[in-house]
């Protein structure tokens, strides 16, 4: 609970540095689309990697303007990524990070994203928990809005549950 | 399900979610996954005079994240033990972190490999 760490993991048949280019510089093409893990509305920005170590992963929308989610912290191809991250609902100083590994393994590589950081945002934070209503047009732009109605609703149940 | 979402209030997990916003009270729920614990012990444990945990302890019981019992040994001894079930149901939320990064990694892998096959021909 102290430190709150999200590590996922993948293995892929193909070599870490097709796998670093794909991840990169191909993101729009198979990062999900919609309301659920686009960025911000109306959900049909197109994301770009800044290449680079002084790079940035930004959604671009049709109409010019943009959206940063994140600087580039480490850019080494074929093996190692860390970037900031940010959701539009934070505010200016809050932000997490995201690690992403590329490591050989027999036939391909394993990916590895690791996003730490949710503990430094504050308690009732909108993306730790829309749930409270209050920042309903937050949680509107928010990236797991679905995901936290889905948990409101395993609360309520349980609570229901529990009487 | 975005359109019928309404304005509800849930002042539980609020509290919860402040009771959480501290380091002493992170540091008393780790130490009572370990066993329950009466708040002198708590106090010695993380440095706090009696009063200041006397606080902390009440902010985490209106948190519903402990809960205060009759010691096993001694029934005059009230000591503090973890209420799981708020715990469980923040594990859920950092779950669904989880479950979007295993989305995206597994349209990932589908892109990542048909690419790779590609370029090898």
Same mark, same amino acid.
């Given at each position: 609970?102290?430190?709150?760490?999200?590590?996922?993991?993948?293995?892929?048949?193909?070599? %870490?540095?097709?796998?670093?280019?794909?991840?990169?510089?191909?993101?729009?093409?198979?990062?999900?689309?919609?309301?659920?893990?686009?960025?911000? %509305? /109306?959900?049909?920005?197109?994301?770009?990697?800044? /290449?680079?170590?002084?790079?940035?992963?930004?959604?671009?929308?049709?109409?010019?303007?943009?959206?940063?989610?994140?600087?580039?912290?480490?850019?080494?191809?074929?093996?190692?990524?860390?970037?900031?991250?940010?959701?539009?609902?934070?505010?200016?100083?809050?932000?997490?990070?995201?690690?992403?590994?590329?490591?050989?393994?027999?036939?391909?590589?394993?990916?590895?994203?690791?996003?730490?950081?949710?503990?430094?945002?504050?308690?009732?934070? %909108?993306?730790?928990?829309?749930?409270? !209503?209050?920042?309903?047009?937050?949680?509107?732009?928010?990236?797991?809005?679905?995901?936290?109605?889905?948990?409101?609703?395993?609360?309520?149940? !349980?609570?229901?549950?529990?009487? | 399900?975005? $359109?019928?979402?309404?304005?509800?209030?849930?002042?539980?997990?609020?509290?919860?979610?402040?009771? *959480?916003?501290?380091?002493?009270?992170?540091?008393?729920?780790?130490?009572? +996954?370990?066993?329950?614990?009466? $708040?002198?012990?708590?106090?010695?444990?993380?440095?706090?005079?009696?009063?200041?945990?006397?606080?902390?302890? +009440?902010?985490?019981?209106?948190?519903? *994240?402990?809960? $205060?019992?009759?010691?096993?040994?001694?029934?005059?001894?009230?000591?503090?033990?973890?209420?799981?079930?708020? *715990?469980?149901?923040?594990?859920?939320?950092?779950?669904?972190?989880?479950?979007?990064?295993?989305?995206?990694?597994?349209?990932? +892998?589908?892109?990542?490999? $048909?690419?790779?096959?590609?370029?090898?021909?």
């Amino acid at each position: 609970m102290t430190n709150e760490t999200v590590t996922v993991s993948i293995e892929v048949a193909a070599d %870490p540095a097709i796998a670093f280019d794909v991840f990169t510089s191909e993101i729009d093409a198979w990062w999900l689309r919609g309301p659920k893990h686009r960025f911000k %509305p /109306p959900w049909n920005g197109c994301l770009r990697f800044e /290449p680079g170590a002084s790079g940035r992963l930004l959604e671009e929308y049709a109409d010019g303007s943009s959206f940063v989610i994140g600087k580039v912290q480490q850019w080494k191809p074929g093996e190692r990524l860390v970037l900031s991250w940010r959701l539009p609902v934070f505010a200016e100083n809050e932000t997490t990070e995201v690690d992403v590994r590329f490591e050989a393994i027999e036939g391909g590589t394993r990916v590895s994203v690791e996003h730490r950081g949710w503990h430094a945002l504050r308690a009732d934070h %909108p993306a730790r928990h829309g749930l409270a !209503g209050r920042d309903y047009e937050y949680m509107k732009a928010g990236l797991w809005a679905e995901n936290l109605m889905a948990l409101r609703a395993r609360l309520e149940r !349980g609570r229901v549950d529990r009487r | 399900m975005r $359109a019928t979402a309404k304005r509800v209030e849930r002042p539980e997990l609020d509290a919860t979610l402040v009771a *959480l916003a501290d380091p002493v009270r992170r540091r008393v729920v780790d130490l009572l +996954k370990v066993q329950p614990r009466r $708040a002198g012990e708590l106090a010695e444990l993380l440095g706090q005079r009696a009063p200041a945990m006397s606080k902390h302890l +009440k902010v985490l019981r209106s948190g519903a *994240l402990i809960e $205060a019992v009759n010691g096993s040994d001694d029934a005059r001894v009230r000591v503090y033990r973890l209420r799981p079930e708020r *715990l469980e149901e923040l594990r859920d939320w950092l779950g669904d972190v989880r479950t979007f990064w295993n989305d995206q990694l597994g349209a990932f +892998k589908a892109r990542v490999e $048909a690419q790779s096959k590609a370029r090898r021909r």
